[in-house]
């Protein structure tokens, strides 16, 4: 689905209608030819991958603020007063910084609804982490980021995104797609109203999935749950989900998965034989070296749930989740 000639309404109800996390992605990652010089930089992980998890709504804002393809290209120029401009590299009259900006601004009702976004690397408009900037004519010393993405993010703080390339570590691709889910679900409680008791229940069912990213955060977010009257409910929610999201920036180590995973097992240590505990422990050992990944313990203790079912383990994401998305 692309939004550069359609209405937000529309890009809206078919989100609904899939009943899917919508993301918004670069056009030319989707196989569009808007790049300046009329081609492409399609991305299969995306295209292939991602299509049946997401709804994928592609945003090309250098076609969509009135760039022809091709177009002269543009790039970052540090400008008077530390500012950042997006202008021609052949022609520096043009200037297109504002329009970037104001596009993010009119599309901010859907970009609201988003639950992730995967951004074209070293775009000028789009790129996240370290975009060139060029400080004199040739030359560049710093590092920016691109001026419709950082409109995007400064709008929507919470959203998980990543650019194309950082999504060929499998970790980072895992990480990326488990933050979307979530933030689907918190941004779904918050649309049907979120109450005490969602939120409260938000925070049960993420519970695992928190203690692996940072025990620490763990804890601290407890304290905006526990004793939450109607009356705070929205500033210590916003608060909560604010450093939530950033937790869910730490990649779990080994240890700190086996943690969890040694936690969980403490729930059906008066089921499970002898020998299945044995069996969990063997795997374990062998996730901790590596031989094999985590889903396979935790597959295993999918199976053990199935004999002995535990509605509180059952309600945890960390577990529902647990075989590759």
Not at 119 to 142: H, I, Q, R
Not at 303 to 311: D, R, S
Request: proline share 4%; with cysteine.
């Amino acid at each position: 689905m692309s939004l550069v000639n359609q209405s937000k309404d529309e890009s809206y109800v078919a989100s609904e209608s899939k009943r899917l996390p919508s993301i918004g992605v670069s056009s030319c990652l989707m196989g569009q030819p808007v790049r300046f010089d009329g081609n492409h930089k399609k991305n299969n992980l995306v295209t292939e991958y991602l299509k049946d998890k997401f709804n994928l709504v592609s945003i090309c804002p250098e076609v969509a603020i009135g760039m022809g393809v091709p177009r002269q290209p543009i790039r970052l120029m540090q400008a008077e007063k530390n500012t950042v401009r997006a202008l021609g590299v052949r022609d520096h009259t043009l200037d297109v910084t504002d329009e970037l900006r104001n596009f993010a601004v009119d599309i901010a009702p859907t970009l609201a609804t988003f639950s992730g976004y995967i951004f074209k690397k070293d775009s000028p408009s789009c790129g996240v982490f370290g975009v060139k900037l060029y400080e004199t004519e040739g030359m560049s010393a710093k590092s920016g980021r691109g001026i419709f993405a950082e409109q995007v993010l400064r709008a929507n703080p919470n959203m998980p995104v990543e650019e194309e390339g950082r999504l060929n570590d499998l970790e980072l691709k895992d990480n990326f797609i488990r933050r979307v889910f979530i933030y689907h679900d918190w941004q779904s409680r918050v649309r049907q109203g979120l109450t005490c008791h969602s939120f409260e229940e938000f925070h049960r069912i993420h519970k695992f999935t928190l203690l692996a990213h940072d025990q620490h955060c763990y804890r601290q977010l407890g304290k905006y749950v526990a004793g939450c009257t109607k009356k705070e409910l929205k500033k210590r929610s916003e608060c909560y989900i604010a450093e939530f999201m950033n937790a869910l920036k730490n990649i779990p180590t080994v240890d700190q998965n086996i943690n969890v995973i040694m936690h969980i097992m403490g729930f059906l240590k008066r089921d499970l034989t002898s020998t299945d505990k044995a069996e969990l422990v063997r795997t374990m050992n062998k996730y901790r070296v590596g031989d094999v990944s985590r889903e396979v313990p935790l597959t295993l203790i999918s199976h053990h749930l199935k004999n002995y079912p535990n509605q509180y383990l059952s309600s945890q994401h960390y577990l529902n989740h647990a075989m590759p998305i």
